[in-house]
């Protein structure tokens, strides 16, 4: 006989649950489960797995694994007159027969059998053989047991170590089924009364109620199913215990009941670490926000930056420009025929020009350079104090939201950590600015790359050294070309081609006077911005990586859980249903 005790819609649903409680699991497990809830959801997931449970106890030699594989209808276990259970065996459903440990004294046995697939069995030690390890086992399986079968032999029937044992499962409040075990040795009918009378008396004077009685011989039984012997079968007697079974887990308000249990704990988990997810949800959300609001800044930060350094670079090419009209109003004045006796006087030309033309030029450039460094300087400085208080007002402004205990401590602990971490960064800098090392520096830098832009060889005796070198180099060349002019002719037409080209040629100069400080000071100016950028985005990407990594996560566990939670609600209805 086979035994059947679900339906095919019941199996389907037992499968769907089991899915879908794994699949929470998953997910659970993922978000960081505290102990006590991921062991709920694992013992939920173990009541499905061994979803009507039958514990099998008994003294050794009183045919506990013999009755076991005569349930099973083939050899699933060792028999023998010695103990041969020395640990507890949970038999489960499995392609092969296989034997894994659990633990030092727990063994779980998968074997292709079709009861396994609805009914686990536990096999312990004898009772007489038991030590605290085994009972402790023991008693980790009498609670979820559906039945427990208690097996005597008829050879020595209910004995003390037996009926102690017994004592302790009916504490359980277990309901319990005697298995009179080899009844084949018993000589007729009057023997077989008696030591069932014996048995029942003593359970009511000792334990106070009469248990359910099935004499058998499960030697026989198993002969009968493996060997087709139908008259070992029927004098087994085992037909009464397999329809009790049968009969008494076979119900369909209890397979409705252990079918709800494992849904109520997964559901429960779901809801409660979706509404805890979803708070962490908002939290990253504002999360995002605020960097997300960082970067608009920096952004804005950086445009307003060069909106500012083209009005200073305007300055300094005014200056420039203002240079070139001097020297075009000197030459228009200079180079002529009245002042021809002039014109041969070099070092006076010379003289006049840096005077007139140049003048102080060279310490207002080196000025409005200096004023530019002192600015972006500055503008570094409040920008590293924006980030720190922004940050600050977002941490004091979640403070009770993230210290409330109802966010996962590790999630609160980083994302507190990293965001103290950027305003520490931020701190710092703050407090080791020195605005003047800083814009030495600075200032030092752009003196050499407009230097090496130049191809001047200049120590450090700054920029107006710089620009003064330039504008030598303008006078020398401007006033060679009237001097040459001079000397080669004094005529109307000589002088005036000599003005025009000197001019001409001032203004080549100045203009590439122009660019080259122009460029220079925009690479310079673009390259500290990037460096300044870089660093406050920098200090600020440990933080900003967690947190778009945590809310990635938290979107994918949020669709996870949701979808683990509306499963579990629709098999909870079909359920209910049945």
């Keep these: 006989m086979t035994m059947k005790f679900l339906r095919k819609a019941e199996e389907r649903l037992l499968q769907r649950e089991r899915q879908a409680l794994a699949a929470l699991r998953e997910a659970l497990l993922e978000l960081g489960l505290p102990k006590a809830e991921r062991q709920a959801l694992e013992d939920s997931l173990l009541q499905l797995d061994d979803f009507f449970l039958l514990v099998v106890v008994g003294e050794f030699n009183a045919g506990k694994s013999a009755?076991?594989?005569?349930?099973?209808?083939?050899?699933?276990?060792?028999?023998?007159?010695?103990?041969?259970?020395?640990?507890?065996?949970?038999?489960?459903?499995?392609?092969?027969?296989?034997?894994?440990?659990?633990?030092?004294?727990?063994?779980?046995?998968?074997?292709?059998?079709?009861?396994?697939?609805?009914?686990?069995?536990?096999?312990?030690?004898?009772?007489?053989?038991?030590?605290?390890?085994?009972?402790?086992?023991?008693?980790?399986?009498?609670?979820?047991?559906?039945?427990v079968l208690f097996v005597t032999s008829a050879d020595r029937p209910f004995s003390e170590s037996e009926r102690a044992f017994m004592e302790q499962i009916r504490a359980w409040g277990k309901k319990i089924v005697v298995v009179l075990n080899k009844v084949d040795l018993l000589e007729g009918e009057a023997a077989l009364k008696e030591v069932l009378h014996f048995i029942r008396e003593n359970a009511q004077a000792m334990l106070g109620f009469r248990p359910e009685i099935f004499p058998l011989s499960a030697r026989q039984a198993l002969k009968g199913n493996r060997e087709g012997d139908?008259?070992?079968?029927?004098?087994?007697?085992?037909?009464?215990?397999?329809?009790?079974?049968?009969?008494?887990?076979?119900?369909?308000?209890?397979?409705?009941?252990?079918?709800?249990?494992?849904?109520?704990?997964?559901?429960?988990?779901?809801?409660?670490?979706?509404?805890?997810?979803?708070?962490?949800?908002?939290?990253?959300?504002?999360?995002?926000?605020?960097?997300?609001?960082?970067?608009?800044?920096?952004?804005?930060?950086?445009?307003?930056?060069?909106?500012?350094?083209?009005?200073?670079?305007?300055?300094?090419?005014?200056?420039?420009?203002?240079?070139?009209?001097?020297?075009?109003?000197?030459?228009?004045?200079?180079?002529?025929?009245?002042?021809?006796?002039?014109?041969?006087?070099?070092?006076?030309?010379?003289?006049?020009?840096?005077e007139v033309v140049i003048s102080d030029l060279p310490e207002q450039i080196e000025g409005r350079v200096n004023g530019v460094i002192d600015w972006l300087v500055e503008a570094q400085l409040r920008q590293w104090q924006a980030v720190d208080e922004h940050l600050k007002a977002h941490r004091e402004k979640y403070r009770g939201q993230m210290l409330g205990g109802e966010l996962r401590e590790t999630f609160r602990y980083d994302r507190e950590r990293l965001m103290e971490s950027v305003a520490q960064r931020a701190r710092q800098i703050v407090a080791r600015y020195d605005r003047d090392q800083e814009a030495r520096k600075l200032a030092e830098d752009t003196q050499a790359a407009v230097a090496a832009a130049a191809a001047i060889q200049v120590g450090a005796v700054g920029l107006g050294a710089l620009v003064t070198t330039l504008a030598t180099t303008v006078t020398a060349d401007v006033t060679g070309i009237a001097l040459a002019g001079v000397m080669a002719a004094l005529g109307l037409f000589i002088i005036p081609a000599r003005r025009r080209q000197a001019v001409a040629e001032m203004h080549r100069k100045v203009a590439h006077l122009r660019e080259t400080l122009s460029r220079t000071l925009r690479e310079q100016f673009e390259h500290e911005m990037q460096r300044s950028l870089e660093a406050l985005r920098e200090a600020m990407a440990p933080y900003t990586r967690f947190v778009r990594a945590e809310h990635e996560r938290t979107q994918r566990l949020l669709t996870a859980l949701e979808e683990s939670q509306d499963e579990l609600e629709r098999l909870k209805a079909e359920i209910e249903a049945l």
């Design 230 to 354: 139908q008259a070992a079968w029927e004098a087994s007697r085992f037909a009464a215990l397999e329809a009790y079974l049968q009969e008494t887990l076979d119900q369909r308000e209890r397979v409705r009941l252990k079918l709800l249990n494992p849904l109520g704990v997964g559901l429960r988990l779901a809801q409660d670490n979706l509404a805890q997810l979803r708070r962490q949800a908002e939290v990253l959300a504002d999360d995002l926000r605020v960097i997300e609001g960082v970067e608009r800044q920096l952004q804005v930060y950086q445009e307003d930056m060069a909106r500012g350094f083209d009005l200073r670079m305007a300055e300094i090419d005014n200056l420039l420009l203002d240079l070139e009209q001097r020297a075009r109003d000197y030459f228009e004045e200079t180079i002529r025929l009245g002042r021809v006796m002039d014109l041969v006087r070099k070092e006076r030309i010379q003289r006049e020009f840096r």
């Design 67 to 147: 009755l076991i594989n005569a349930l099973l209808g083939k050899t699933v276990l060792k028999e023998g007159v010695t103990p041969t259970t020395t640990q507890v065996q949970v038999l489960r459903y499995g392609e092969a027969r296989e034997t894994r440990p659990l633990g030092e004294h727990l063994l779980e046995i998968t074997a292709p059998v079709a009861l396994l697939q609805e009914l686990s069995i536990v096999d312990t030690p004898g009772t007489n053989a038991i030590i605290r390890e085994h009972e402790m086992l023991t008693n980790r399986f009498v609670p979820r047991a559906d039945l």
